[in-house]
């Protein structure tokens, strides 16, 4: 107790173990967020091993989306209930047990319920390490170690295509989870044993009501994106619109009650802090351009440029390792000066990458892709964190479970928008050229295609200038006293 009243920081505390606690928190990341794109690759396989469709087996990746959606908004609560220890543990015990339940199932009902506790525990996950380390470090710092998480989450996604695709090539699909388990227990027990509690537990009254609006908003927005691709009609298809429809309409009504609740589920007073604003909206534009290539990308490549699956993953490996690597880079420099130098120049190498995107056609090399990727993924690590940083920089400490709790709930979200929308402004474009083709050979659906992979980029070229603008008026955040935020709430 001495040490929490003496040093504000914890880090600022000379007999403070603080590389412990960044070790148990960035172990159980890394495989929890590995595991996000481990599966990618053997969904062919589980429908071969279950005899199951194509819409079923995509419950995998749209079931783990729509799962984190809805527990995500919750984080900003238990983070106020539970102390740091009890969240990391629950969380990663969680998806430890979805990790067994999956590597043991007997069929693909017991398969999709430990796919969905993963999803818990991997929802959970994030705001908790993004609020341990903003409780560790002062904002001089956090760039580098916000950088270090920039690392894990940018890598681990990267090589878990590659590293699925030999997994169950040699070993099966049920390895996929069975090599993870003993990191997860790893995890689990070095937390046990080093991680101690930085935070404050304050045990806020808990509003049902906005839980509800919260699960009716989120879940259904996310299922409705991401069902656009499997339906026939797209947008226009009657289950589409209703569930997203559905998810407008709580959403409305749980942004009313935030702003008129004593205790509310997510505090969006952190809106009132122009630094966060511009953080969240840069973010949304990046995940929305980032998702939609890694999309976009390999259907074209596997498509007009005839290239395997393989082939296709291991073009992009270069440029998502790249962006990992750069990550804590990224951070550092932030640290020094700022995030303007950072992101100003990167929005507009942004832009310029889309643009070159925008150039594709049948003809494309393999050497301008990886190039291009690479240019674009260097853009991305210098605007992500940095941006994300800077705008919880400005929250005071009250503020931060819901800041990161919102910008946590705002990935999926943004992640299944831009890929809908991308996905369905491609194959819209393909069709409309189709359609004036009285007979048809199979270059014209290739050239369509590169057709429409085209304008996908002429659109994100707009979205790229929209966040060179908000660069623009980017600067860096100094963190607003307790005082201020108190005085707010009683305006």
């Known amino acids: 107790m001495e040490q929490t009243k003496k040093y504000e920081y914890l880090s600022e505390d000379p007999?403070?173990?603080?590389?412990?606690?960044?070790?148990?928190?960035?172990?159980?990341?890394?495989?929890?967020?590995?595991?996000?794109t481990l599966l990618n690759i053997a969904l062919t396989t589980l429908m071969k091993e279950f005899s199951v469709s194509v819409t079923?087996?995509?419950?995998?990746?749209?079931?783990?989306?729509?799962?984190?959606?809805?527990?995500?908004?919750?984080?900003?609560?238990?983070l106020q209930w539970f102390t740091t220890r009890q969240m990391f543990l629950g969380t990663m015990i969680i998806f430890t047990i979805g990790t067994i339940i999956c590597a043991l199932a007997p069929n693909f009902p017991v398969l999709i319920s430990g796919r969905l506790l993963q999803a818990v525990g991997t929802g959970l996950l994030m705001p908790v390490i993004f609020n341990t380390f903003l409780l560790i470090y002062p904002p001089h710092k956090r760039g580098a170690v916000m950088g270090i998480v920039g690392l894990v989450i940018m890598f681990a996604p990267a090589i878990g295509p590659t590293l699925s695709g030999v997994i169950v090539q040699h070993l099966g699909w049920r390895y996929l989870f069975i090599t993870v388990i003993p990191f997860t227990i790893f995890s689990i027990l070095f937390a046990y044993k080093y991680l101690r509690n930085v935070g404050e537990v304050t045990k806020p009254k808990i509003d049902f009501i906005s839980i509800v609006y919260s699960t009716l908003g989120f879940g259904p927005i996310i299922y409705g994106f991401s069902s656009v691709g499997q339906k026939e009609k797209g947008f226009l298809d009657p289950l589409v619109i209703g569930f997203i429809v559905i998810g407008l309409i709580a959403l409305v009504l749980f942004v009313r009650r935030q702003l008129t609740s004593e205790h509310p589920l997510m505090d969006l007073r952190v809106f009132r802090y122009p630094m966060y604003r511009l953080s969240v909206l840069l973010f949304v534009l990046i995940i929305m351009l980032m998702f939609a290539s890694e999309i976009v990308l390999?259907?074209?490549?596997?498509?007009?440029?005839?290239l395997t699956a393989s082939a296709a993953g291991l073009i992009l490996l270069p440029g998502s390792i790249l962006n990992g690597m750069l990550s804590p880079v990224m951070g550092k420099l932030f640290d020094k000066f700022g995030p303007r130098p950072l992101i100003i120049p990167?929005?507009?190498?942004?832009?310029?990458?889309?643009?070159?995107?925008?150039?594709?056609?049948?003809?494309?090399?393999?050497?301008y892709i990886i190039t291009c990727y690479l240019l674009l993924m260097v853009s991305i690590s210098a605007i992500m964190m940095p941006a994300q940083t800077n705008g919880l920089n400005q929250l005071?400490?009250?503020?931060?479970?819901?800041?990161?709790a919102i910008m946590s709930t705002l990935q999926p979200v943004g992640g299944a928008i831009g890929v809908s929308v991308f996905i369905s402004i491609m194959n819209g474009r393909q069709s409309k050229l189709l359609e004036s083709k009285e007979t048809m050979v199979p270059s014209d659906v290739l050239q369509a295609m590169v057709s429409g992979?085209?304008?996908?980029?002429?659109?994100?070229i707009g979205l790229a200038i929209i966040a060179v603008l908000l660069a623009l008026f980017v600067k860096r955040a100094q963190p607003e006293p307790e005082e201020s935020a108190i005085e707010e709430a009683q305006q």
């Open 15 to 36: 007999q403070a173990k603080v590389l412990p606690i960044m070790l148990s928190v960035i172990i159980g990341a890394f495989f929890a967020i590995l595991n996000e």
């Open 56 to 78: 079923t087996v995509q419950w995998m990746a749209t079931g783990f989306m729509l799962v984190m959606g809805i527990v995500i908004p919750a984080s900003a609560l238990l």
């Open 298 to 306: 390999p259907l074209y490549m596997q498509g007009p440029l005839a």
């Open 346 to 367: 990167a929005t507009i190498m942004l832009a310029l990458m889309m643009f070159a995107f925008s150039r594709l056609d049948m003809n494309t090399s393999n050497g």
């Open 396 to 404: 005071p400490k009250s503020m931060y479970p819901h800041g990161t």
């Open 453 to 460: 992979v085209k304008l996908v980029y002429f659109v994100g």
